[in-house]
T-cell receptor
Framework: DTAVSQTPKYLVTQMGNDKSIKCEQN?????MYWYKQDSKKFLKIMFS???????INETVPNRFSPKSPDKAHLNLHINSLELGDSAVYFC?????????????FGPGTRLLVL | DAKTTQPNSMESNEEEPVHLPCNHS???????IHWYRQLPSQGPEYVIH???SNVNNRMASLAIAEDRKSSTLILHRATLRDAAVYYC?????????????FGQGTRLTINP
C-alpha cells in the first residue's frame, strides 16, 4: 500500500511545453506539500495546502500552479517549461494543522526539460 | 527561516554507533528539531524529532543540548541500509502550517 504516490515517476519534455504531475495520499491527511530538489540536491518547499486551501507559496513563478481537487490530491501544473525546471519534485502529506506530526514523502517525479 | 549547520559528510563502519551533529544557534523557544533522511533515489523519510528532552524511537535517539543550540542524532548500530543524507531541520510554522526548511544535510557512508 503506497501512502503517498506520484505520477509520473519520470517526465522528459521539451522547453515551452505544459505538463502536470499528480500526487495522491491515502493516509487521510489534511495537509499536502510540493517540494523541489534541484541538481545540487537542495530540497525546497514550494507549496502547502490544508484542506484544499493554499497556505504556503514560497515565491514560486506563476508558471507553477498547484491544484487540490480534494484533500487527498495535490497536483502540480507547470506552464511553459524552462530548462531550470529540471529537478526532482516531491509531494508530501501530514496529518494535522499546526501539530508536530511528521511529513510523509512520495517517491518523487524526475522532470527533465530539454 | 531558522538555519542549521551540519558536516557535509561522515563515514562509519557497519554495526558501530554513529553520532551526527547539528548546530542551530538561532533556535527559538518554540522550534522543534526534526531529523529526516533521504536514501538514494527516494523521498525524505522521517527519523525523529524533539523539543527539549532527549528522545528515543526504534530508528534512532536524539540528544538535545541543554541550551538547545545543538543536537546529535545517534544511530546505535549502523547498517548498510542507513547510508543516506541526514537532514537536521528546525520546524517553522506559517499560519499554523508546518514548514520544513531543509539544509544541505550530512551524507553518511557506512563501510562494511
Amino acid at each position: 500500500d503506497t501512502a503517498v504516490s506520484q505520477t509520473p515517476k519520470y517526465l522528459v519534455t521539451q522547453m515551452g511545453n505544459d505538463k502536470s504531475i499528480k500526487c495522491e495520499q491515502n493516509l487521510g491527511h489534511d495537509t499536502m506539500y510540493w517540494y523541489k530538489q534541484d541538481s545540487k540536491k537542495f530540497l525546497k518547499i514550494m507549496f502547502s495546502y490544508n484542506n484544499k486551501e493554499l497556505i504556503i507559496n514560497e515565491t514560486v513563478p506563476n508558471r507553477f500552479s498547484p491544484k487540490s481537487p480534494d484533500k487527498a490530491h495535490l497536483n502540480l501544473h507547470i506552464n511553459s517549461l524552462e530548462l531550470g525546471d529540471s529537478a526532482v519534485y516531491f509531494c508530501a502529506s501530514r496529518p494535522g494543522w499546526g501539530s508536530q506530526e511528521t511529513q510523509y514523502f512520495g517517491p518523487g517525479t524526475r522532470l527533465l526539460v530539454l | 527561516d531558522a538555519k542549521t549547520t551540519q558536516p557535509n559528510s561522515m563515514e562509519s563502519n557497519e554495526e558501530e554507533p554513529v553520532h551526527l551533529p547539528c548546530n542551530h544557534s538561532t533556535i527559538s523557544g518554540t522550534d522543534y528539531i526534526h531529523w529526516y533522511r533521504q536514501l538514494p533515489s527516494q523521498g525524505p523519510e522521517y527519523v525523529i524529532h524533539g523539543l527539549t528532552s532527549n528522545v528515543n524511537n526504534r530508528m534512532a535517539s536524539l540528544a538535545i543540548a541543554e541550551d538547545r543550540k545543538s543536537s546529535t542524532l545517534i544511530l546505535h548500530r549502523a547498517t548498510l541500509r542507513d547510508a543516506a543524507v541526514y537532514y537536521c531541520i528546525l520546524r517553522d510554522l506559517i499560519q499554523g502550517a508546518q514548514k520544513l526548511v531543509f539544509g544541505q544535510g550530512t551524507r553518511l557512508t557506512i563501510n562494511p
